[in-house]
């Protein structure tokens, strides 16, 4: 190892050419001109940047982690060195009423100049004490920051729209950051976990432009989510030309022909992935032979569920709420459907042998 | 008995028919085909595209679909007198008591048969059901076409929520077709069997006969 990559490895802060590829690489993402470039590096290092305040929820740390362990360090570090992050429970040094104090600091000292990041759901039933941090309520605590705050980012699919603690039949009643937050904006950053290139952009999106990019009708960037993962995957070729694996290990799947029947989501889901992919390595789920799982939609973990089938079953109201395939459930109302077509005619015709003398006459009188 | 013939239906409305029932056999077997694709291509770098073209051929009947159901809407209020949806729904006492005969004729509690030239109450509901449930399949199927589109997503995620959910909406909603499709075709050919009106050819033609005996 060459003393220069030594030296790099060890510092906190990235250089100026990490930096600046950084924000390239953001600004590509958000599909901004490369004359921009220079205006997102200024914003960036600017001393008046406004600090950040990372609020954990219901939340694995996944978001974090995935910012943090970048297979390559550097978007990592550049995220902890262009946000200037004043609480964030996992990564700082503070702890217990020390943390406090600085939150508290910090949301007075900034008020309206600060951005909120929120990792995780929200709680609200039994008046939300099933997540509770110093004594307080995750409601209680998100009601205080984020009305202060300049905007609100929600990272991840639990901050944006419950997560899995919100799957049915949601025994914490938690929601998502927009359901709670009104009159700041919120930013909806989904997925399980995001792309920290779409968490960089939006940050550098803010800091550069003083607001927040444009966003589709559930809030998310459309730089990152404008588009669907089927209208952009590299195996789209295959599902037009309808070549399919037909099971996980057999040859269409060895060949990386379109995983359509094998559940894959993509088709119902909207982000970036095939295009921005992760971990620096050029990979994504669908490059590595799984199908999507739709972790960026609402509720994916009821609506997308099973993975490996294409659709949903169907809750069958009578019974004990029997979920079957859609296909099947439909099968069955059909022939149900033919018998009583089946019977209604047999009994017409029936009543007519029966009756035969009355109709006779009364079919004579017709003519 | 005597038979006097009466101007039915108008010819939109016979081409709305048509053009509403071809489409959805095309757009049932399509949608099929999407939803379970079950050739598989095999040799690589042929020019056949049997998803793309199933995909094609469904919105190309996706829009003469569209155009059938909006011919329609417009003649629920300004088409003929049968046409009018306050004709043929339980909006009158008329209506109401044809409706709980019809049911009875249906069930062969009663022969007797009172003509109307117009649809039958019971068969009226079905039918503006079947007009909802088509608007409905319509929102679902531009909402998955036009997936960028602010618009559709907007008027999409209101009523049916996100992609996946339209998708399963627009799913189950086929085999509602397929089932009224079955049931309306039988219950036409009972018809027709048992009033003698000529009823399936009004569907072409557009008259009726109805016995001047009861009016
Ligand atoms: C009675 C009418 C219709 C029926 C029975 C029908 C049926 C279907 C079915 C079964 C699917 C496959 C769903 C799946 O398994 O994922 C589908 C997909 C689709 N339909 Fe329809 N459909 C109808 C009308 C329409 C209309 C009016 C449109 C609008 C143009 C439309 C556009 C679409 C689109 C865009 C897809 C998704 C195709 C894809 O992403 O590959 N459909 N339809
Ligand atoms: C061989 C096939 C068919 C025949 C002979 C047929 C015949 C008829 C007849 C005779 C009527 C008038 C009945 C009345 O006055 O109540 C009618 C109405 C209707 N049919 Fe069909 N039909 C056929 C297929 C279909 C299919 C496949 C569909 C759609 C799935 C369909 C949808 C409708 C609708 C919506 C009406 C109501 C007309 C209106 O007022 O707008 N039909 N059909
Ligand atoms: S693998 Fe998934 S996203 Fe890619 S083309 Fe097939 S269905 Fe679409």
Redesign the interface.
């Known amino acids: 190892m060459s003393r220069h990559d030594f030296g790099k490895e060890c510092s906190v802060k990235v250089n100026r050419r990490t930096f600046i590829k950084g924000c390239t690489m953001a600004a590509a993402a958000m599909g901004l001109s490369e004359a921009m470039v220079p205006k997102l590096v200024e914003a960036a290092a600017s001393d008046q940047r406004p600090p950040v305040i990372w609020l954990h929820f219901q939340e694995c740390t996944g978001c974090t982690e995935t910012l943090l362990r970048a297979s390559h360090p550097d978007i990592g570090r550049l995220i902890l060195d262009i946000i200037s992050l004043d609480y964030h429970e996992t990564v700082m040094a503070a702890a217990g009423h020390q943390a406090e104090e600085v939150l508290q600091e910090t949301i007075n000292k900034y008020q309206g100049k600060f951005i909120c990041v929120v990792e995780g759901g929200i709680p609200t039933k039994d008046d939300g004490i099933y997540c509770k941090i110093a004594g307080r309520t995750a409601m209680d605590i998100l009601a205080d920051v984020a009305p202060k705050s300049m905007a609100v980012i929600a990272i991840g699919t639990c901050a944006t729209f419950g997560g899995i603690q919100a799957a049915d039949p949601n025994p914490t009643g938690a929601v998502g950051v927009r359901d709670l937050v009104k009159g700041t904006p919120v930013i909806n950053i989904s997925g399980c976990p995001p792309n920290p290139i779409s968490f960089l952009g939006t940050v550098l999106h803010l800091l550069t432009f003083g607001k927040p990019p444009r966003t589709?009708?559930?809030g998310r960037p459309l730089f990152a989510y404008?588009?669907?993962i089927h209208?952009q995957c590299e195996r789209r070729a295959h599902?037009?030309?309808?070549?399919?694996a037909?099971q996980f290990g057999d040859e269409?799947h060895k060949?990386g022909y379109c995983l359509?029947?094998v559940g894959c989501?993509g088709?119902?889901?909207?982000a970036n992935c095939p295009a921005v992919r992760f971990n620096d390595v050029g990979s994504w789920p669908v490059g590595q032979g799984h199908g999507c799982i739709?972790c960026t939609?609402?509720?994916?973990w009821d609506?997308?569920t099973p993975f490996y089938e294409?659709?949903?079953g169907?809750d069958m109201p009578w019974g004990d709420g029997i979920v079957t395939g859609?296909?099947s459930?439909?099968i069955k109302?059909?022939g149900v459907?033919?018998a009583?077509?089946g019977i209604?005619?047999a009994?017409?015709i029936g009543?007519k042998i029966i009756g035969c003398g009355r109709c006779n006459t009364s079919s004579e009188?017709?003519e | 008995?005597r038979y006097e013939q009466h101007y039915a239906w108008s010819i939109l409305l016979r081409l709305f028919h048509w053009s509403f029932a071809l489409s959805i056999v095309v757009l049932v077997v399509t949608g099929f085909y999407i939803?379970?694709?079950w050739?598989?291509?095999?040799i690589?770098g042929?020019t056949?595209?049997?998803?793309?073209t199933m995909r094609y051929i469904h919105f190309i009947a996706g829009f003469v679909f569209t155009g059938a159901i909006l011919a329609r809407l417009y003649l629920l209020v300004f088409g003929n007198k049968q046409e009018r949806f306050w004709d043929f729904l339980p909006v009158t006492p008329r209506n109401i008591s044809n409706m709980f005969h019809t049911a009875k004729l249906?069930l062969?509690f009663t022969e007797e048969h009172r003509p109307r030239i117009g649809h039958n109450v019971l068969a009226g509901i079905i039918y503006i059901i079947t007009f909802i449930m088509a608007l409905i399949q319509m929102l679902a199927g531009f909402y998955?076409l036009y997936?960028?589109s602010?618009a559709w997503?907007?008027w999409g995620?209101f009523f049916l929520?996100?992609?996946?959910?339209?998708?399963?909406l627009h799913?189950?909603i086929?085999?509602y077709f397929?089932?009224f499709a079955?049931?309306h075709i039988?219950i036409v050919i009972?018809n027709d069997i048992k009033t003698?009106e000529g009823l399936i050819s009004s569907i072409f033609n557009g008259t009726k006969y109805i016995s001047s005996d009861n009016p």
Do not use: C
């Open positions: 589709d009708a559930l404008g588009r669907k209208d599902f037009d030309e309808g070549r399919f037909e269409g060949q359509y029947k989501k088709p119902g889901t909207f739709g939609e609402p509720q994916f609506t997308m294409r659709l949903p169907v859609a296909n459930a439909g109302i059909l459907t033919a009583a077509v209604h005619a009994v017409g009543k009188d017709q | 008995m939803h379970f694709p050739t598989n291509t095999l690589e042929e056949s595209f049997p998803v793309a249906y062969y998955m997936p960028e602010a997503q907007k995620l929520g996100s992609q996946q959910q339209g998708r399963h799913f189950l086929m085999w397929i089932i079955v049931a039988y009972w003698r």
